[in-house]
């Protein structure tokens, strides 16, 4: 157990540094704009087009282009997590009687895991680089079909604007200009053609990769010190369970039913199942003016309660308690 709160306390000593940072920053500061606004947004910038996209790439280009044609992997991921979007999408409409708008907001809360900032970090940190794969495979395709899902139900619930064409164009453009998608399908052709850049720019990427995790991590703190706790939704009680417990269980067992998955796989779709909700699940409910204080409540709830959950967590899969398949 001690190892792993070796592995898991710096990763998450992170977070909280970049929270207790931003609360200093905002209490010390004449105006609190100035203690995280600009040089957060920049920050965000550099970590979505520069650092997570050099590590996506440098991970990629090197694996062989067999490994990275596993879609039955990606397929049985996605099912998985979109079982859990359609259960919690279900208890907003009929049991909180909640509007389509809303219920998408909840339901991506317990099935969008932070699975572009904390992800790759972790599960590098947990089962070395052979977790690369599946972590690029799940972050695409899952995030695509977030991309997809997030506006197609706001088009029905009324709050998107726009003929069905350009609701496509726009969610399309979306989708292939992702600087995580893009660096991800480079990588991709990279291993394809065996290319390797030059010793140069080798070094950069490297540079910036090494920088990904920090960066990331400590954004994420500071990100949600600036977003505080002011309305804790009823529907906490079910989206919780529903996102670090029930979406982890149910990836697990799902993955173990389909089988013939590498151990490194499936114990990495595991942790990124298991991880709390996304920053962006704010970003889409501020977009649509949707559950926007009780989002941001969720995102916080969840990342402090995946510390014991994600350290649990790691300890059975290293004790050898839950074993890469379920059903031997």
Same mark, same amino acid.
Request: aromatic fraction near 10%; charge should be positive.
């Given at each position: 157990?001690?190892?792993?709160?070796?592995?898991?306390?710096?990763?998450?000593? #992170?977070?909280?540094?970049?929270? %207790?940072?931003?609360?200093?920053?905002?209490?010390?500061?004449?105006?609190? +704009?100035?203690? @995280?606004?600009?040089?957060?947004?920049?920050?965000?910038?550099?970590?979505?087009?520069?650092?997570?996209?050099?590590?996506?790439?440098?991970? #990629?280009?090197?694996?062989?282009?067999?490994?990275?044609?596993?879609?039955?992997?990606?397929?049985?991921?996605?099912?998985?997590?979109?079982?859990?979007?359609? !259960?919690?999408?279900?208890?907003?409409?009929?049991?909180?009687?909640?509007?389509?708008?809303?219920?998408?907001? +909840?339901?991506?809360?317990?099935?969008?895991?932070?699975?572009?900032?904390?992800?790759?970090?972790?599960? %590098?940190?947990?089962?070395?680089?052979?977790?690369?794969?599946?972590?690029?495979?799940?972050? &695409?395709?899952? =995030?695509?079909?977030?991309?997809?899902?997030?506006?197609?139900?706001?088009?029905?619930?009324?709050?998107?604007?726009?003929?069905?064409?350009?609701?496509?164009?726009?969610?399309?453009?979306?989708?292939?200009?992702?600087?995580?998608?893009?660096?991800? %399908?480079? @990588?991709?052709?990279?291993?394809?053609?065996?290319? +390797?850049?030059?010793?140069?720019?080798?070094?950069?990427?490297?540079?910036?990769?090494?920088?990904?995790?920090? &960066?990331?991590?400590?954004?994420?703190?500071?990100?949600?010190?600036?977003?505080?706790?002011?309305?804790?939704?009823?529907?906490?009680?079910?989206?919780?369970?529903?996102?670090?417990?029930?979406?982890?269980?149910?990836?697990?067992?799902?993955?173990?039913?389909?089988?013939?998955?590498?151990?490194?796989?499936? +114990?990495?779709?595991?942790? #990124?199942?298991? !991880?709390?909700?996304?920053? =962006?699940?704010?970003?889409?409910?501020?977009?649509?003016?949707?559950?926007?204080?009780?989002?941001?409540?969720?995102?916080?709830?969840?990342?402090?309660?995946?510390?014991?959950?994600?350290?649990? !967590?790691?300890?059975?899969?290293?004790?050898?308690?839950?074993?890469?398949?379920?059903?031997?």
């Amino acid at each position: 157990m001690a190892e792993i709160s070796g592995l898991v306390l710096p990763f998450f000593g #992170l977070i909280f540094l970049g929270y %207790l940072t931003a609360k200093l920053a905002r209490r010390h500061a004449a105006n609190s +704009q100035s203690a @995280g606004g600009d040089g957060m947004a920049w920050l965000n910038i550099f970590i979505i087009y520069l650092a997570l996209p050099a590590l996506f790439f440098k991970l #990629l280009s090197r694996t062989p282009i067999q490994e990275l044609a596993r879609f039955d992997f990606a397929i049985t991921s996605m099912a998985t997590t979109y079982t859990i979007f359609a !259960l919690i999408f279900a208890a907003g409409l009929w049991l909180r009687k909640n509007g389509i708008a809303e219920s998408t907001i +909840q339901a991506l809360a317990a099935a969008y895991g932070n699975i572009g900032y904390m992800g790759p970090g972790l599960a %590098l940190i947990a089962f070395g680089e052979k977790a690369a794969v599946p972590v690029a495979l799940i972050f &695409c395709f899952e =995030n695509a079909l977030h991309f997809m899902m997030a506006p197609a139900l706001m088009a029905i619930a009324g709050d998107e604007r726009g003929s069905p064409g350009k609701l496509a164009l726009a969610v399309a453009r979306k989708i292939l200009l992702h600087p995580f998608i893009l660096s991800t %399908l480079v @990588g991709v052709l990279a291993a394809a053609v065996s290319f +390797q850049p030059p010793v140069p720019v080798q070094r950069l990427i490297d540079y910036l990769a090494q920088a990904a995790a920090p &960066c990331a991590l400590f954004a994420m703190g500071v990100t949600l010190a600036l977003r505080p706790l002011k309305r804790i939704p009823v529907e906490i009680g079910y989206i919780v369970p529903a996102k670090l417990l029930l979406h982890p269980a149910l990836m697990y067992l799902t993955l173990g039913l389909v089988g013939n998955f590498d151990p490194v796989w499936v +114990q990495t779709a595991v942790l #990124l199942a298991s !991880l709390p909700t996304a920053t =962006n699940v704010f970003v889409i409910a501020q977009q649509y003016g949707v559950w926007q204080e009780r989002a941001s409540a969720t995102i916080l709830i969840t990342t402090v309660l995946s510390v014991a959950t994600v350290t649990l !967590l790691l300890y059975l899969i290293a004790s050898g308690t839950l074993p890469a398949d379920p059903f031997p």
